[in-house]
T-cell receptor, first 116, second 115 residues
Framework: EAQVTQNPRYLITVTGKKLTVTCSQN?????MSWYRQDPGLGLRQIYY???????DKGDVPEGYKVSRKEKRNFPLILESPSPNQTSLYFC???????????????FGPGTRLTVT | AQKVTQAQTEISVVEKEDVTLDCVYE???????LFWYKQPPSGELVFLIR??????QNEISGRYSWNFQKSTSSFNFTITASQVVDSAVYFC????????????FGTGTRLQVTL
């Protein structure tokens, strides 16, 4: 079954304690990205990756890091989480063909993060 | 810069009513893609449709239909004979063909269908 998995699904942590949210897809997609969802703001892109070792900032990258060492995995790292990073996070992957834009993006189930 | 506006924050209807969710977008690109996603109370995002800017044909899928009008930069979504299971937050999104290929989302419309 084609899917994007994220772990953990729920996380409560304290300010400053480094954490990693994992994301994995089994569709051999080149394109992966992270979004955060906040009330009244919709979803905003944090980082994206067009292939292994190719990553770039989205609209709200401050306070986050990513890496893409393998095609299937795209972890999101919060080196020093702060309360304003409390949010619902989604990982997404899609087929991507240069010049043909974004195909259907498959989203993971979401990770609800609370930073106290 | 791209922008997607969903002016309806929340809509309440009674089951079997038809309902239209509005989506207005802004982009300078001539080639772009429009999407609708559904987010039920369980929280996952469910893909509904992808439409490219060169295809202005309306689309119907069961009780769902989409009206794409480039002249008004709108991509509206209609649910016919709504059902309680349609209760969800619906997001409209826009993507260009650039290297980012990111989705720019609207703020969502919460649809509540009651008996």
């Amino acid at each position: 079954e084609a899917q994007v998995t994220q772990n953990p699904r729920y996380l409560i942590t304290v300010t400053g304690k480094k954490l990693t949210v994992t994301c994995s897809q089994n569709m051999n997609h080149e394109y992966m990205s992270w979004y955060r969802q906040d009330p009244g703001l919709g979803l905003r892109q944090i980082y994206y990756s067009m292939n292994v070792e190719v990553t770039d900032k989205g609209d709200v990258p401050e306070g986050y890091k990513v890496s893409r060492k393998e095609k299937r995995n795209f972890p999101l790292i919060l080196e020093s989480p702060s309360p304003n990073q409390t949010s619902l996070y989604f990982c997404a992957s899609s087929l991507w063909v240069p010049g043909q834009g974004s195909y259907e993006q498959y989203f993971g189930p979401g990770t609800r993060l609370t930073v106290t | 810069a791209q922008k997607v506006t969903q002016a309806q924050t929340e809509i309440s209807v009674v089951e079997k009513e038809d309902v239209t969710l509005d989506c207005v977008y802004e982009t300078r690109d001539t080639t772009y893609y429009l999407f609708w996603y559904k987010q039920p109370p369980s929280g996952e995002l469910v893909f509904l449709i992808r439409r490219n800017s060169f295809d202005e044909q309306n689309e119907i899928s069961g009780r769902y239909s989409w009206n794409f009008q480039k002249s008004t930069s709108s991509f509206n979504f209609t649910i016919t004979a709504s059902q309680v299971v349609d209760s969800a937050v619906y997001f409209c999104a826009l993507s260009d063909t650039g290297t980012a290929s990111k989705l720019t989302f609207g703020t969502g419309t919460r649809l509540q269908v009651t008996l």
